[in-house]
């Protein structure tokens, strides 16, 4: 754990990450933006923000007030930015607003759907509004419709729909005139956990299966790496991280065990831990244990994978204390594990143990939702 | 609830809409066609077409009304022995009717623009290629065209109707002339108030009723005071006092240029100077309301 959580506080490490990741992607950027500030008389939303996007899914991840929908307003063309540049697409959102928004996709946070058309009516609208001619326009929106996961319903008024429909129509609208990027803000608000897997797997498709590339705001950490190859965080205005989820999430892998207990061992776990510390394995978390107030919690060993073998030390160290093995499953590191020890870090009284805390506490939010 | 069954349900969930996707490389009309497109949805929409039923009852009921009591008129008109023509003028109709145009107006210029503004579907516009100019002339267009389809209709019923009756082809050609650039003058006029009052508050009843007072309330309170004015021998102001209210700004301005009978006591409306005043107080509204709902919309945005 020490040897991850470090490589993870150090700064230098984290700025040679950023630098590698910007470099890499300045290539083909599809959302640049220079020192870009925007300020109201009392409110400076955007503070120097400089950032460059590449192409597939980006999370856009900020708490309420960090700047997230000015930011988008501006990538629209639909506001001037008070200082700085931006440009979508290789066009400067000052002077190609038009072009910019012919190619983009927009799908607003709010409620956005008259409840008197249908989905197909009101879909078919907005294509039109996007310059696709008539036909077009009614076979774009059946394909559309189609993608997004809603067929029969979709010739009844809007007004009848669940929330989860109408994030779907919402969702529709901004993809219906093919463009290359959508902005998606806050897409799976006010969904249950199922309907909020599956938008986050029709935003994965977009990108894997339309080839449009996604940025997609959140104030979830969590449902950001299932989802984005990149996470960009700013807070105030100004740009907190930008790196890979690639980078944090797919170095090392996590391993949850857990096991039975039996008479010769009744505290399965703890023997278990004992004998893979004593094997060299090393243990995520608090001790390895998995504290997320889950069924089963306090009886799930987190270890770090380093390859094929900690497999193999795995089960045959559950297979010499004679335990049932109950589950070993491989876990992505969650993108607010890095967040939470990297603020631990900054706080800095205990970092390794404050960070872990948080982070287990953090997991265990995350996850409650599933 | 692990990973990879979280995986699993994703790619089975995509699995089933899966279809293959098909990118679009046809043409991109841009603005002009998103305004057309804007104003024929509009305009469709003002008549309840492309709508639920529901929404098509009151405007269609209204239209009906108009286009039958200019049928009921052609009958009077034709029935009558040796008539020469018909029984009202191509400019008064709208003048008697224009509580039925008042309604239709107070109930579809909310819908033209309210329920974009109250259901916020306003950013979805703006977040495309048009331009808050596109979307408040072509919101503006089809208000206007719907009131000139509503006024002009029954014109021209009379208009055949006169026809049929083998009135003089020459007179009735001259006045249903008239009568259609009135009416377009109004429906213009009643348009830009309308969208103004509608466009000020996101809850249509509000829009409704703030239309109807705006109609009705200077209506009533200018021939009101016309009326003491003419009683009390003040002759001079009844033309005046014309000015402060939509339908008899148009009663003016057809009196004064289009061969109308003023509805004013007396009957006596402005001539042609005093007319030119009605004129530009009628063109300056229009401005204005053209202006005051750019501005609207301008602070809309997303």
């Known amino acids: ?370 | 609830m692990s990973t990879e069954t979280k995986a699993a349900a994703g790619r089975d969930a995509s699995r089933i809409h899966n279809i293959g996707y098909r990118s679009y490389d046809g043409p991109r009309l841009g603005r002009a066609y998103a305004r057309r497109s804007l104003f024929s949805q509009t305009l469709r929409g003002s008549f309840g077409l492309g709508r639920s039923a529901k929404s098509k009852v009151l405007p269609m009921l209204l239209f009906g009304v108009m286009a039958l009591v200019a049928a009921i008129l052609v009958a009077v008109s034709i029935a009558a022995p040796d008539a020469t023509k018909l029984v009202v003028k191509y400019t008064s109709y709208a003048i008697y009717l224009q509580a039925v145009i008042g309604l239709f107006i107070a109930a579809q210029a909310p819908q033209a623009v309210s329920r974009d503004l109250r259901f916020k579907s306003v950013p979805l516009y703006f977040s495309r290629p048009i331009e808050h100019a596109d979307y408040v002339v072509a919101k503006f267009a089809a208000t206007a065209s719907a009131l000139f389809i509503l006024t002009g209709a029954p014109l021209l019923i009379l208009y055949v109707g006169s026809l049929l009756a083998k009135f003089d082809f020459a007179d009735q050609t001259k006045w249903f002339g008239q009568g259609l650039v009135s009416v377009a003058l109004l429906s213009v006029l009643f348009a830009g108030l309308g969208l103004v009052m509608a466009a000020l508050t996101p809850r249509r009843g509000f829009g409704v009723a703030a239309v109807i007072a705006l109609l009705t309330i200077t209506y009533g309170a200018v021939s009101t005071v016309q009326a003491i004015a003419w009683e009390t021998g003040s002759e001079g102001a009844v033309q005046w006092l014309g000015l402060f209210s939509p339908i008899t700004l148009i009663d003016g301005v057809q009196t004064a240029f289009l061969g109308a009978t003023s509805a004013f006591p007396g009957g006596e409306g402005p001539g042609a100077g005093v007319g030119v005043v009605y004129l530009l107080v009628v063109l300056a509204l229009v401005a204005g309301s053209y202006a005051v709902l750019l501005r609207r919309y301008r602070r809309v945005g997303l």
């Open chain 1, 1 to 370: 754990m020490y040897a991850w959580s470090l490589t993870r506080i150090q700064p230098s490490g984290l700025t040679t990450a950023v630098v590698r990741a910007t470099n890499v992607i300045s290539v083909t950027a599809v959302i640049a933006t220079e020192a870009l500030s925007m300020r109201f008389p009392r409110v400076t939303a955007l503070d120097r923000l400089t950032l460059d996007i590449g192409p597939g899914v980006t999370g856009l991840v900020g708490s309420n007030g960090a700047g997230k929908s000015t930011l988008i307003k501006i990538l629209l063309g639909l506001s001037p930015a008070t200082e700085g540049r931006a440009a979508v697409l290789g066009l400067d959102v000052a002077t190609s607003g038009a072009a910019i928004r012919e190619r983009v996709g927009y799908m607003p946070e709010h409620d956005c759907l008259p409840p008197d058309v249908s989905a197909t009516e009101f879909v078919v609208h907005m294509a039109r509004m996007s310059g696709l001619p008539p036909t077009a326009a009614r076979e774009r929106t059946a394909d559309t419709l189609r993608h997004v996961g809603l067929y029969e319903e979709r010739y009844r008024p809007i007004g009848g729909y669940s929330t989860g429909m109408k994030q779907r129509v919402k969702l529709a609208q901004a993809l219906v005139h093919d463009p290359q990027l959508v902005l998606l803000d806050e897409p799976t608000n006010g969904l249950d956990p199922v309907g909020r897997d599956e938008m986050l797997g029709l935003i994965r498709r977009i990108h894997t299966d339309f080839g449009i590339s996604v940025l997609v705001t959140s104030h979830l950490l969590g449902e950001l790496e299932r989802t984005c190859d990149h996470v960009v965080v700013i807070d105030g205005g100004t740009l907190l991280r930008s790196s890979s989820t690639s980078d944090f999430t797919e170095t090392t892998a996590t391993l949850a065990v857990e096991v039975t207990d039996s008479d010769t061992h009744p505290d399965g776990t703890g023997a278990l831990r004992k004998v893979l510390t004593d094997a060299g394995v090393t243990l995520i978390g608090h001790d390895g244990i998995d504290t997320e107030g889950l069924p089963g919690a306090g009886h799930i060993l987190l270890i770090e994978a380093t390859g094929e073998e900690t497999y193999d030390v795995v089960r045959d160290s559950v297979a010499g204390l004679g335990l049932g093995l109950v589950r070993m499953e491989q876990r992505r590191h969650q993108i607010a594990e890095v967040f939470l020890t990297e603020q631990g870090a900054a706080q800095a009284a205990v970092p390794a143990a404050a960070a872990t805390a948080g982070a287990v506490q953090q997991k265990g939010s995350g996850r409650d939702e599933h």
